[in-house]
C-alpha cells in the first residue's frame, strides 16, 4: 500500500506528463482541426465555395477517424508513432495518437459553431464585395470565437480521458498511474487521490472555458 509521502513524486511526475500530453495534443488539434472545420464549412456552404466530392472526402476521413475506439487507434499507428518521435513510450509518444483523436473531433466542433452563425452575416459580408479569405479570418472565426472556445475547452477535457488509456501501451500520465497502482496493485489511496485531481482539473479547465466564452459573449 502506497503512503502520501511516496505518492506525491509519483503524482508530480504523472500531473506533469498528463500536462505535456494535452498541450501537445490540443496544440495540433487547433493546429490542424481549424482549417479542417473552416474547410468542412465553406465546402459545403452554397454562398461561400462548396465543392461536394471535396466536403464528402474530408467528412468520411473525419468520421472513420472519430468512429475508431481509442485504444485500438492507439495500437494501430504504434509503429508510426514510434517512427515519429523515435520512441516506443512516454507522453510524446501517445500525444501522436492523442492528437489523431483530437483533431477531427475539434474540426467537427468548429464546424458546428459556424453552422450557428446567422446566415445574413454570411449573405451581407458578401454583398459587400468581401472574398472567401475575408469572411473567414474576418466574420467566421470572430463571429464564432464562443463557441470556439467552448470547442478547445471540451477537446481538452476528451484528451484528458482518452489519456488515462494512453498509459496502458506507457504513455504515463495520471491515468496510467491510476491503472498501474489504483488498479493492478489494489492500491485504494492512489486510485482515489488520482480519481480526485482528475475530477479537479477537469472542473477547473471547464470552469476556466466557461468564464473565457461569458467573457466573449459579453462583448
Do not use: C
Not at 472519430?66 to 485504444?71: D, G, L, N, Q
Not at 489519456?163 to 496510467?176: L, M, N
Amino acid at each position: 500500500m502506497t503512503d502520501l509521502s511516496s505518492l506525491w513524486p509519483l503524482l508530480y511526475r504523472a500531473f506533469l506528463e498528463t500536462t505535456l500530453m494535452v498541450s501537445i495534443s490540443i496544440f495540433f488539434a487547433v493546429l490542424v482541426g481549424l482549417p479542417l472545420g473552416v474547410l468542412l464549412f465553406i465546402t459545403q456552404h452554397h454562398l461561400l465555395f462548396k465543392i461536394k466530392p471535396l466536403n464528402q472526402i474530408l467528412g468520411a476521413l473525419v468520421n472513420v477517424i472519430r468512429s475508431f475506439p481509442f485504444i485500438i487507434l492507439i495500437v494501430a499507428i504504434m509503429p508510426f508513432a514510434t517512427w515519429l518521435v523515435n520512441a516506443s513510450h512516454g507522453p510524446v509518444f501517445a500525444s501522436v495518437a492523442l492528437s489523431i483523436a483530437a483533431v477531427p473531433l475539434f474540426a467537427r466542433l468548429v464546424e458546428s459553431s459556424f453552422n450557428s452563425i446567422h446566415s445574413g452575416v454570411i449573405e451581407a459580408s458578401i454583398a459587400g464585395g468581401a472574398s472567401v479569405f475575408m469572411i473567414v479570418t474576418d466574420v467566421l472565426i470572430p463571429e464564432a470565437k464562443k463557441g470556439i472556445i467552448q470547442a478547445i475547452t471540451l477537446t481538452i477535457i476528451t484528451i484528458i480521458a482518452f489519456s488515462a488509456t494512453a498509459g496502458v501501451v506507457g504513455g504515463g500520465g495520471i491515468g496510467d498511474l491510476a491503472i498501474r497502482y489504483g488498479y493492478y496493485r489494489y492500491d485504494t489511496l492512489t486510485m482515489v487521490v488520482t480519481v480526485i485531481l482528475l475530477i479537479i482539473i477537469v472542473q477547473l479547465i471547464q470552469w476556466i472555458g466557461d468564464f473565457l466564452s461569458r467573457r466573449e459573449e459579453g462583448k
